[in-house]
């Protein structure tokens, strides 16, 4: 909706439009407002730290990943979670789908869940592997007939 109005303000101050109407810094709008997130130290006394965290909620008409608000925002977030109207519609809560969804923060947190577990990266992996093969045979059931 704040994409939405971005686009209906700009396209009122007669700004030069760019994908699909909306103004061509989008994206730098966005990542102002996604940048905001992170540590902060607190003014006043006495000293305190906090942190901000920012959970977008982007759904893009009919589930186009190329719209440009989804395609500026996805390349801007380090975590994503895609939800799947299908995995909703059969009741499965959360509905999200691990295939589409992913975190640049791996790395990052890699030697905390090996001190948690040594072989927690590879049961990530054969996790993900098998969730990719459920994938690839209910599209072949879907094909072939139950």
């Known amino acids: 909706r704040w994409a939405e109005a971005l686009r209906e303000i700009s396209g009122r101050l007669a700004e030069m439009p760019a994908d699909s109407g909306y103004p061509a810094y989008l994206g730098a ?14 003014l006043g006394s006495p000293a305190r730290e906090g942190s901000v ?10 589930g186009d990943f ?3 608000v989804t395609s ?6 380090q975590v994503f979670w895609g939800l799947d109207k299908k995995l909703a519609q059969r009741k499965h809560f959360p509905s999200v789908n691990w ?10 947190l890699e030697p905390h869940y090996e ?10 992996s054969r996790a993900r592997e098998i969730l ?5 045979l209910a599209e072949i059931v879907q094909l072939v007939g139950k």
């Open 99 to 108: 295939l589409i969804s992913y975190s640049r923060y791996l790395r990052a």
């Open 132 to 136: 990719q093969e459920e994938e690839e």
């Open 66 to 68: 190329s719209d440009p």
């Open 53 to 62: 965290s920012i959970v977008g909620a982007v759904s893009p008409p009919g």
């Open 72 to 77: 500026a925002t996805l390349g801007i977030v």
């Open 115 to 124: 001190g948690l577990h040594p072989e927690f990266p590879a049961l990530r």
């Open 29 to 42: 709008r966005l990542a102002s407002f996604y940048e905001r997130a992170g540590r902060a130290r607190c």
